[in-house]
């Protein structure tokens, strides 16, 4: 190597810069990962232009070779650094040239090996249950699962030591004495009217919770509330609307019943019974040979509960009731054991019909 060639090198180093440039821009029209690899050897690599100017360093003076080695280092670092964003803007070349290769067609049918979902049947008849509520006019309203005592006990007049609340085997959170796990959907209607104004129609499907396991009992099931608050109403509107209903989801030959009962938060208060399904009316095992079945309650808001939630109950009046949907199911499909519905079992929960 000449003393000339030597003293050319920041030259040369300038003159590689651009070759360099012109490459990238090449490569980078190619979209191709292999031409990246490629550039990075070609320049790089133990015989790339980059290194053989270093190695051209040596046979500079000393004099020299401050500036040649700045003038080579800053090219290495621009070839570096031009390599490394080619390399991460090689990876999205990839991808994309992948799905542009095999383009991903959703509209064939999925092969039989993948089993298909279904909706779990309690979800079914919620789902049909909420049709016909909305078809009647009720809004759907939601609320809390873990709930405040007032909301569950206390403004439903049963304060703490009403011995009602004992009809209700209730879980309380341990650390937070006024916390508890629902154990009905109607601290829905408290919620509610602390919130809205009359007119309602509201209509509150949900889980709740009871210490409480046999073949017909869970500690979790799910309830649907119903209610409506305004002027005028009155117990014939509650059994008409009940009626009504009880028609639409089971058919016009359903019939009901309303049985005297008690629960605090309304007055009067009746027990819900629907005729048997299995037997319509004439007596069977189902229905302990009755010819009904209960499935939920009902009655006319307590006064009290409207003044929890400053309601002037000379002017408002109202009616809720609540049932199962659990039970509901129970009755569609004719299971034996409630428990069935939770334990998450595939073949049992894949078989249910659209409730119609
Ligand atoms: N919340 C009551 C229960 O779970 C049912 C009910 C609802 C009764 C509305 C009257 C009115 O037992």
Same mark, same amino acid.
């Given at each position: 190597?000449?003393?000339?060639?030597?003293?050319?090198?920041p030259t040369?180093?300038?003159?590689?810069?651009?070759?360099?440039?012109?490459?990238?821009a090449?490569?980078r029209?190619?979209?191709?990962?292999?031409?990246?690899?490629?550039?990075?050897?070609?320049?790089?690599g133990?015989?790339?232009?980059?290194?053989?100017?270093?190695?051209d360093?040596?046979h500079?003076?000393k004099e020299e070779?401050p500036?040649?080695?700045?003038?080579?280092?800053?090219?290495k670092?621009?070839?570096?650094?031009?390599?490394? =964003?080619l390399?991460?803007?090689a =990876? $999205?070349?990839?991808?994309?040239?992948?799905?542009?290769?095999e383009?991903?067609?959703i509209?064939l049918?999925v092969?039989a090996?993948?089993?298909?979902?279904?909706?779990?049947?309690?979800?079914?008849?919620?789902?049909?249950l909420?049709?016909?509520?909305r078809?009647l006019?009720?809004?759907?309203?939601?609320?809390p699962e873990?709930?405040?005592?007032?909301?569950?006990?206390?403004?439903?007049?049963?304060?703490?030591?009403h011995?009602?609340?004992?009809m209700?085997?209730?879980?309380y959170l341990? $650390?937070?004495?006024?916390?508890?796990?629902?154990?009905?959907?109607?601290?829905i209607?408290?919620?509610?009217?602390?919130?809205?104004?009359p007119?309602l129609?509201?209509?509150?499907?949900?889980?709740v +919770?009871?210490v409480?396991?046999?073949?017909?009992?869970?500690?979790?099931f799910h309830?649907? $509330?119903a +209610?409506?608050?305004d002027?005028?109403?009155?117990?014939?509107?509650?059994k008409g609307?009940?009626?009504?209903?009880?028609?639409?989801v089971?058919?016009?030959?359903?019939?009901?019943?309303?049985?005297?009962?008690?629960?605090?938060f309304?007055e009067?208060?009746?027990?819900?019974?629907?005729?048997?399904?299995?037997? =319509?009316?004439?007596?069977?095992?189902?229905?302990?040979?009755?010819?009904?079945?209960?499935?939920?309650?009902?009655?006319?808001?307590?006064?009290?509960v409207f003044?929890?939630?400053?309601?002037?109950?000379d002017?408002?009046?109202?009616?809720?009731f609540?049932?199962?949907?659990?039970?509901?199911?129970?009755?569609?499909?004719?299971l034996?054991d409630l428990?069935?519905?939770? $334990?998450g079992?595939?073949?049992f929960?894949?078989?249910?019909?659209?409730?119609t």
């Amino acid at each position: 190597m000449t003393d000339s060639s030597a003293t050319a090198l920041p030259t040369r180093a300038s003159a590689l810069a651009v070759a360099f440039d012109k490459e990238l821009a090449v490569v980078r029209e190619s979209r191709s990962a292999a031409a990246v690899d490629e550039l990075r050897v070609g320049y790089l690599g133990r015989k790339g232009k980059v290194t053989a100017l270093l190695e051209d360093l040596r046979h500079c003076t000393k004099e020299e070779r401050p500036a040649a080695g700045r003038s080579i280092n800053e090219l290495k670092q621009h070839v570096e650094a031009a390599i490394q =964003q080619l390399k991460s803007e090689a =990876q $999205e070349w990839e991808l994309s040239n992948r799905l542009h290769a095999e383009p991903l067609d959703i509209s064939l049918p999925v092969t039989a090996s993948v089993p298909q979902g279904s909706l779990h049947p309690v979800t079914l008849i919620r789902r049909e249950l909420l049709t016909e509520f909305r078809r009647l006019g009720f809004t759907v309203f939601d609320g809390p699962e873990v709930d405040y005592d007032f909301y569950n006990f206390s403004a439903l007049n049963m304060p703490s030591d009403h011995p009602a609340r004992d009809m209700q085997d209730t879980f309380y959170l341990r $650390e937070q004495e006024h916390l508890l796990l629902r154990t009905h959907t109607s601290n829905i209607q408290i919620h509610c009217m602390l919130n809205e104004r009359p007119p309602l129609r509201v209509v509150a499907p949900g889980r709740v +919770f009871r210490v409480d396991s046999d073949p017909t009992h869970t500690p979790m099931f799910h309830q649907i $509330e119903a +209610f409506v608050v305004d002027r005028g109403v009155t117990f014939a509107h509650m059994k008409g609307v009940i009626d009504a209903f009880m028609k639409a989801v089971f058919g016009s030959s359903m019939k009901t019943r309303l049985r005297p009962s008690f629960f605090p938060f309304v007055e009067p208060g009746a027990e819900l019974d629907l005729q048997c399904v299995q037997c =319509q009316g004439k007596g069977c095992r189902l229905c302990k040979q009755t010819g009904w079945l209960e499935v939920g309650g009902c009655g006319m808001i307590h006064p009290n509960v409207f003044e929890a939630v400053d309601y002037d109950s000379d002017i408002y009046s109202g009616f809720a009731f609540g049932f199962g949907i659990d039970r509901m199911a129970m009755l569609k499909y004719k299971l034996d054991d409630l428990r069935q519905l939770f $334990e998450g079992n595939h073949s049992f929960l894949g078989h249910f019909p659209l409730f119609t």
